[in-house]
């Protein structure tokens, strides 16, 4: 029983670090404010070739400096995804402890969590760094402009949401996982911009009317919008997404 456990034990630890190897470790400095990102490319990598960019943001728990965390969910979707299959690099920033993507105020209402976003267009310190690491790689002649993607989930679905507007010329396509965010500057920065918006309808984290309100604001501007609301699912409604096989080709179909 003991020589089983040690087997299975190896095995997943040998899972673990394969995993971890598609990433290389990376940091982008700029105004002194650095932030930490790992970068996935795709299998067989051709230097003389350009790729599509997804840019992956992680929700709050997974915050630090350490610069491996904001994979703790996630990571399996991307490199099943993206390293071959939907070839594409992927660069994952980690935000750092005791702050946001977004701008946005977190408060309690009658024992409920609820977020207020659109206080200011003043970007936190990550989300300016993380523009400029957007640019910088746009600029790299490793990416397909044409073919840029973002998507989150919770704190990164909002900092999704907030890269949009903040960035309106960029992405040819979105995804935000239980996030929320300022629903006019979005609508109104996502004409040439499809979004997938996801959320669990039993939410008690970041409530689901963030993501009802976004979508309706969204479709009524005009704008390519799904939905997709998950009956009975909590927080963790990026686990039905990242197990669908639906949203990779979606994200991968569209174009500037």
């Not at 650095?34 to 709050?60: C, E, I, N, R």
């Not at 997974?62 to 610069?67: K, L, T």
């Not at 309690?108 to 957007?134: E, H, S, W």
């Amino acid at each position: 029983m003991m020589k089983t456990r040690f087997s299975f034990l190896l095995i997943f630890i040998i899972c673990c670090t394969w995993c971890y190897a598609q990433f290389e470790a990376a940091s982008y400095m700029i105004n002194g404010y650095t932030l930490p990102y790992l970068v996935m490319y795709p299998k067989d990598y051709d230097a003389s070739k350009q790729y599509p960019l997804l840019v992956f943001l992680h929700g709050a728990g997974e915050r630090g400096d350490d610069n491996q965390k904001q994979l703790a969910n996630g990571k399996d979707f991307l490199v099943n995804n993206f390293q071959s299959t939907y070839p594409a690099i992927v660069i994952a920033p980690q935000c750092p402890a005791n702050t946001y993507w977004a701008n946005v105020e977190r408060s309690t209402v009658d024992n409920k969590t609820t977020f207020t976003f659109g206080l200011t267009d003043t970007p936190t310190p990550a989300m300016q760094t993380l523009t400029y690491l957007i640019r910088n790689w746009v600029a790299s002649g490793k990416v397909d402009t044409h073919r840029v993607y973002a998507g989150g989930l919770s704190m990164g679905g909002m900092g999704t949401y907030e890269l949009l507007w903040r960035m309106p010329d960029t992405f040819a396509a979105a995804f935000a996982i239980c996030g929320g965010g300022d629903t006019r500057k979005v609508a109104a920065s996502t004409a040439n911009t499809a979004l997938w918006i996801f959320h669990g309808d039993d939410d008690s984290v970041v409530p689901v009317q963030f993501s009802q309100d976004m979508y309706t604001e969204v479709k009524a501007a005009g704008n390519e919008v799904k939905y997709t609301e998950y009956p009975g699912v909590n927080h963790g409604s990026w686990i039905n997404v990242f197990n669908s096989t639906e949203l990779t080709p979606w994200l991968y179909s569209h174009k500037r």
